[in-house]
């Protein structure tokens, strides 16, 4: 019966003379398009906060019911390929 023997076992930590490079999480590519995105989807949710608090309930009322309207026409445009 013959064994298979290597000279570091598999789980051996780096030497301490190598450095070990670790990719950050941070590390990521930002595209332009998705940063302009969020802010812009981050304005809307501000003007609407922001609508809110003005005018109390008829603001709410008004932010949602433009928001109907858009995903109404979304979903056409999407269903239309």
Not at 13 to 23: D, I
Request: hydrophobic share 55%; no cysteine.
């Amino acid at each position: 019966m013959t064994t298979l023997t290597t000279n570091t076992p598999i789980s051996a930590p780096a030497p301490k003379s190598q450095k070990v490079v670790r990719e950050s999480r941070f590390d990521a590519s930002v595209n332009k398009d998705e940063v302009q995105f969020i802010l812009l989807a981050l304005a809307i949710i501000g003007l609407w906060g922001g609508a809110t608090l003005v005018f109390g309930y008829a603001g709410l009322i008004v932010g949602a019911l433009t928001m109907v309207a858009a995903i109404y026409a979304a979903l056409v445009l999407i269903s239309r390929g």
